[in-house]
């Protein structure tokens, strides 16, 4: 059985650098997926990030090149790293993990274990 625990977040101001991370306890997997979602208020839950197995990331068009995803398969533990926070980042944070290769489009249905969240609050 495969659980998740993300790190806690909290209260940041607009252009900080926080760093969420996810421990996967559980059974390891030689072929997996692992992502990060969001949703904010009044919003559809969506996918951030996410990484495979081969270590490659997507990431949804709003974050490229402000946050990265990785994975430290020694600590089992996945990090999303978060620069020049914005307010519309503001968002209950999740991690998941599918046994499987990534998807092509983030789906929620797609992962088989995720993580009870995390708010990430930033204020201007």
């Known amino acids: 059985q495969v659980q998740l625990t993300e790190s806690v977040g909290g209260s940041v101001q607009a252009g900080g650098s926080p760093r969420l991370s996810c421990r996967q306890l559980?059974?390891?997997?030689?072929?997996?997926?692992m992502g990060w979602f969001r949703q904010g208020p009044g919003k559809e839950r969506e996918g951030v990030a996410a990484?495979?197995?081969?270590?490659?990331?997507s990431y949804v068009d709003s974050v490229k090149g402000r946050f990265t995803i990785s994975y430290d398969i020694p600590k089992n533990t996945l990090y999303l790293q978060m620069n020049s926070l914005k307010p519309e980042d503001t968002a209950m944070y999740y991690c998941?993990?599918?046994?499987?290769?990534?998807?092509?489009?983030?789906?929620?249905?797609?992962?088989?274990?995720w993580g009870r969240g995390t708010q990430v609050t930033v204020s201007s």
């Open positions: 559980g059974s390891i997997y030689s072929v997996y997926c």
């Open positions: 998941a993990s599918a046994a499987r290769d990534c998807p092509s489009r983030a789906v929620e249905s797609y992962y088989d274990h």
């Open positions: 990484i495979d197995s081969d270590g490659r990331s």
